[in-house]
């Protein structure tokens, strides 16, 4: 027997007659949760990278920017090109939803760089975004489930969610799966990588973990995840764009852990 539930509306509330949407919610939410933490931190002995009040605003400025920009057109180039190319206007809707996290990654990546202005320091900085960067995750995937988006592949098991009036037949909750892992276990392992051990002083050492990290749990959670229909599989033994973008994401992240920690043994 599956679990049944009425849809939730993607609208949570409005002002003035402007709606507020769960995306924005969960945005803000993750927003405001990473700059505390990483004001903390910054305070803390723990410290290695010097950020006053105005830089961690700052660096807040480019991380949502690249976030934003970096996620749209991402998902616009490798997600579906061929719609966008022929409705260009789309691509301004992000309250639609479409968002691509190996995009928005490659949007922090040049944030990151354009706020540090040293490649040292970009490595610091990156370190500090892996810490949190689940909290995002997280928080963008409810708001995927809420909206009931990306919902998983068709199954008779008892954890299948069916919506009343939406879902065909009932599907794996797979935003509530990356949830689970990309966002809640991967930040536990984070805050146990940067306190309990020294990876913390190795440039570029944390954010290639995480990196490594997030692609085996999305690479795991795309098996119960529903490919995009405008793409499909893109081969006949069900290799999805996710896991083909998480395979990259994870020889990427490897390199960078393999180099901080080959300079830190120099």
């Not at 991967?186 to 570029?204: D, E, H, S, V």
Request: charged share 10%; proline share 4%.
């Amino acid at each position: 027997m599956s679990i049944v539930l009425n849809p939730i509306s993607p609208v949570a509330f409005s002002v003035a007659g402007f709606p507020v949407r769960w995306y924005a919610i969960a945005y803000i939410i993750a927003f405001i949760s990473g700059y505390w933490i990483l004001w903390k931190i910054g305070r803390s002995r723990y410290a290695e990278l010097d950020l006053s009040r105005k830089g961690l605003d700052d660096l807040l400025t480019a991380v949502i920017l690249g976030v934003i920009i970096g996620g749209r057109l991402g998902y616009v180039l490798f997600y579906n090109l061929s719609y966008f190319l022929s409705h260009p206007l789309d691509v301004l809707a992000v309250w639609h939803g479409g968002m691509s996290f190996h995009g928005g990654l490659i949007g922090v990546l040049v944030a990151a760089f354009i706020f540090a202005k040293s490649w040292r320091r970009t490595l610091q900085v990156l370190d500090l975004i892996a810490l949190v960067a689940p909290i995002g995750f997280f928080f963008g995937r409810i708001a995927n489930f809420i909206n009931i988006e990306i919902m998983g592949r068709p199954t008779d098991s008892a954890i299948g969610v069916f919506f009343r009036g939406v879902s065909d037949v009932p599907r794996h909750a797979s935003p509530l799966y990356e949830a689970a892992t990309e966002g809640v276990l991967l930040f536990a392992i984070m805050c146990c990588l940067y306190w309990f051990t020294n990876l913390r002083k190795y440039p570029g050492a944390l954010c290639g973990a995480m990196a490594m990290f997030y692609a085996v749990f999305r690479i795991i959670c795309e098996l119960f995840r529903a490919p995009d229909a405008q793409i499909g599989f893109l081969t006949s033994w069900g290799l999805t764009m996710g896991q083909l973008l998480s395979g990259i994401l994870f020889i990427a992240g490897a390199t960078f852990f393999a180099i901080a920690l080959h300079r830190a043994h120099k």
